[in-house]
């Protein structure tokens, strides 16, 4: 692969992101903010890019250095997680800039296994680092570079197949630019060689790509098989006190969802169980929400009723207007837009 056209590209068509330092400005010595470029990374991950700006510049206003967001109470970093899903994500954030700051003053390593060594950092997210914060010559991998790879090479496979082989192809293309190779790469992929087009005429690689000369680059990469997702059905109980507040809860410390903001349930199971309202009330179904996680789709019943606010404990009552503060994972924003609320 012709990496110093690849260069050549980004230099002239680099997107202008909130997390970036230009190629003119990367080559007039400015470094880029590792804090800044691991949040990105952080939020990218299941995420586009359009969605995550404004969340990126929110995170960055509140809490603008490693520091501010290490001394952050966790419930603050979720709330305002909320709407971004998998939500494991924001607890691991949380916990590696408090590991940034306890074990290295703040500073975050400068390899990609030094990185690794951090709470929620694996190997993708730390090769994106090293390579764009410090030019480690590492290949950086992302579900982008899996599409112009497997078109590149017309690969007759599924990506998940031959995932080392694609690495190992792109690491003898790191330049010594390895930062703006690696942005130049994920550019490509997000604007030429897109998931449904290819802007071959446009592509700085287009020369040596095996799928542009066959003709149809987008039959690349080949689908996996997808294996049936599983139905989980449920009862979610919103329940409102004689002024209009609302009953909200924690979810337990571990497992999906985990300390989110939640209305009480029932179990999850493959047959809905039979509805077990958690006080006495004048109940009304509501209508049905679904939801799709990754691996399974959720059917949830949806019930509401005035019920005496003193018959409640172990959790707390919040004004239909304060319910956007709450860090309510988008599963439940749903069961209360259902409900009326919201």
Not at 203 to 213: H, L, N, Y
Not at 233 to 262: C, F, I, N, W
Request: glycine share 6%.
């Amino acid at each position: 692969m012709d990496a110093t056209a690849v260069l050549a590209w980004y230099d002239r068509h680099a997107r202008d992101l909130p997390w970036r330092v230009s190629p003119a400005d990367r080559a007039a010595g400015v470094r880029p903010d590792p804090y800044r470029v691991w949040l990105s990374e952080v939020m990218l991950q299941q995420t586009t890019v359009a969605a995550v700006k404004k969340f990126f510049l929110r995170f960055t206003s509140l809490w603008p250095t490693v520091f501010d967001l290490a001394a952050a109470p966790l419930d603050s970093v979720l709330k305002e997680w909320a709407g971004l899903g998998y939500y494991a994500r924001a607890r691991n954030l949380h916990a590696c800039a408090e590991a940034v700051v306890r074990d290295h003053g703040g500073v975050f390593p400068q390899t990609s296994a030094g990185l690794q060594t951090l709470p929620g950092v694996g190997a993708y997210t730390s090769a994106a680092i090293a390579a764009i914060c410090f030019d480690e010559k590492i290949a950086v991998l992302d579900g982008n570079l899996d599409r112009v790879l497997a078109r590149y090479y017309a690969l007759p496979v599924p990506v998940r197949e031959a995932k080392d082989e694609l690495r190992a192809a792109l690491q003898a293309s790191v330049p010594q630019r390895a930062g703006d190779f690696a942005q130049a790469m994920m550019d490509l992929g997000a604007t030429i060689c897109a998931p449904r087009t290819a802007l071959c005429m446009l592509c700085p690689i287009q020369r040596g790509c095996i799928a542009t000369e066959a003709g149809d680059p987008t039959v690349y990469p080949i689908k996996p098989t997808k294996a049936e997702r599983p139905v989980r059905k449920g009862h979610a109980y919103v329940m409102l006190d004689a002024s209009g507040d609302v009953y909200l809860q924690s979810r337990p410390d571990k497992g999906l969802l985990a300390k989110m903001t939640e209305v009480p349930g029932s179990d999850w199971a493959a047959d809905l169980p039979d509805a077990n309202y958690p006080a006495q009330g004048d109940w009304r179904h509501r209508g049905q929400v679904v939801h799709i996680f990754t691996h399974f789709r959720l059917e949830l019943e949806i019930w509401s009723a005035t019920v005496p606010a003193e018959t409640l404990d172990g959790g707390w009552w919040t004004e239909p207007a304060a319910l956007k503060s709450e860090a309510l994972p988008t599963l439940f924003r749903k069961v209360l837009a259902t409900a009326g609320l919201e």
